[in-house]
């Protein structure tokens, strides 16, 4: 990999890291304001809609200028979003500014491997990507549930500064005050990124045009035999992974009886089986075999359904020794369960994106391409976020959710199978994967 891919993945790293420690944060100020349960799940919906309403004009924005530079101002929004939430602004509307930032990221984050590494590079890219990305969910969330934790809070809180009164006096204002520093950090790693040369034509800056411009590029991409087939995979699983986040934390706290801080460390935990299946189909999958993980979103949905009839009572007091360390059977059970399913989600989506990157840079521009991606990834997120809160609201039982969620995913992968094998069927795609950029992009 050439120098400059490590500076994305540092930046990338701590960017990811306080995204999600401040998700864990923004919860626990929720539930200190004392706001009603259905609010939870809409942090995230909040943050992803900026993806949707924005994604007409991100990726001209990204393509405008080095991704560098792109990076270094989006991670200024989101330091900005944190500070208006430690001012008072209700964390919906504070983490929609941070949303905000990371809509405007994610183009220039992921549309810059497209022009600094060939095509055979990116599964490996991707993985590498993907897996750094789930490290830093895993210790992001694994943070923010430390920093909310009583013990380390008060101690936070202990800390002060002479002359300056910072009106920080809550464990969750105490863990956003130190998550800013993250950013920042982000942010200057984002000046090391080198700049890649690649020059694009200028799009129109008419707002109405640009609309226009992003329909046609929206149509192209979903209309490719390849494209559509990955960019249902990625849109399916972005809005399930953020919905599973927010299940996960109900259903630690019915089944397992587990506080906030403790189902942060269940989401750290599915985190890691991600990390785990992104390297694994990053050294095993090739891009031109990047079809075959198809399967594997079915299996997946299976494993969901399972979950729902998990309960800690159904293990009793029954206690599994490993020399000196003793781990109750629930737990372990819990853990190696959520790292099969993160494991599923991270071996078959990571072929997928490193496909549709390859594809919508062939077919269009890395940042374009990339502001469909998210498009359609976070109109995703929203859709199903906006169930599980309708859900929540209606006080379906969180077994039932489950339930519903993992015939969504069974069904809905079967089909895209079926789009797969039809299209094979009439036309061998297959090949388009080697395919070079077209000239005029």
């Avoid at 991670?75 to 602004?89: D, H, P, R, Y």
Wanted: with cysteine.
């Amino acid at each position: 990999m050439k120098p400059g891919f490590y500076s994305i993945m540092a930046a990338q790293f701590f960017s990811s890291l306080a995204d999600n420690a401040l998700l864990i944060a923004a919860i626990s100020l929720l539930v200190q304001t004392q706001s009603p349960e259905w609010m939870t799940p809409l942090l995230k919906l909040f943050f992803v809609l900026s993806y949707v309403l924005l994604a007409a004009y991100v990726g001209a924005f990204a393509d405008s200028r080095p991704k560098g530079q792109v990076m270094f101002l989006t991670n200024s929004i989101k330091v900005i979003g944190c500070l208006t939430m430690l001012m008072g602004v209700h964390p919906l509307l504070a983490y929609a500014i941070v949303g905000f930032g990371a809509a405007a990221y994610s183009p220039a984050k992921y549309g810059i491997l497209t022009e600094l590494l060939p095509p055979e590079k990116l599964v490996a890219a991707n993985g590498w990507i993907e897996g750094l990305t789930v490290c830093s969910i895993i210790l992001g969330t694994v943070l923010g549930g430390i920093l909310i934790s009583p013990k380390i809070a008060q101690t936070l809180l202990l800390l002060d500064f002479p002359l300056i009164e910072t009106h920080i006096d809550t464990p969750p204002e105490a863990a956003i005050a130190l998550i800013v520093l993250f950013y920042l950090i982000a942010a200057l790693i984002n000046l090391r990124i080198p700049e890649t040369g690649v020059i694009y034509s200028v799009s129109s800056k008419n707002p109405i045009r640009l609309v226009q411009e992003f329909s046609r590029n929206f149509m192209t991409l979903w209309n490719d035999r390849l494209g559509q087939i990955s960019l249902a995979v990625t849109t399916l699983f972005w809005g399930i992974g953020a919905t599973l986040q927010f299940i996960i934390l109900k259903w630690a706290e019915d089944a397992l009886d587990m506080s906030l801080s403790q189902g942060a460390i269940l989401q750290a935990i599915v985190a890691f089986g991600v990390a785990g299946g992104a390297m694994w189909a990053a050294a095993r999958v090739p891009l031109k075999n990047s079809l075959i993980v198809l399967k594997y979103g079915v299996i997946m949905g299976f494993l969901v359904i399972i979950l729902a009839a998990f309960q800690k009572e159904q293990f009793g007091d029954w206690i599994v020794n490993f020399g000196i360390i003793k781990v109750h059977a629930y737990l372990l059970f819990t853990y190696v369960f959520l790292i099969t399913i993160g494991w599923m989600s991270g071996y078959f989506v990571v072929p997928m994106n490193a496909l549709l990157q390859h594809r919508g840079h062939v077919l269009l521009s890395a940042g374009h391409s990339i502001a469909i991606q998210n498009f359609n990834e976070n109109l995703s997120v929203l859709c199903m976020l906006g169930i599980y809160s309708l859900l929540i609201w209606f006080d379906l039982p969180v077994q039932v959710v489950i339930l519903l969620f993992g015939c969504f995913v069974i069904i809905t992968m079967a089909l895209v199978i079926y789009r797969h094998q039809k299209n094979q069927s009439q036309y061998d795609s297959l090949h388009l994967i080697g395919e070079e950029k077209q000239p005029h992009a």
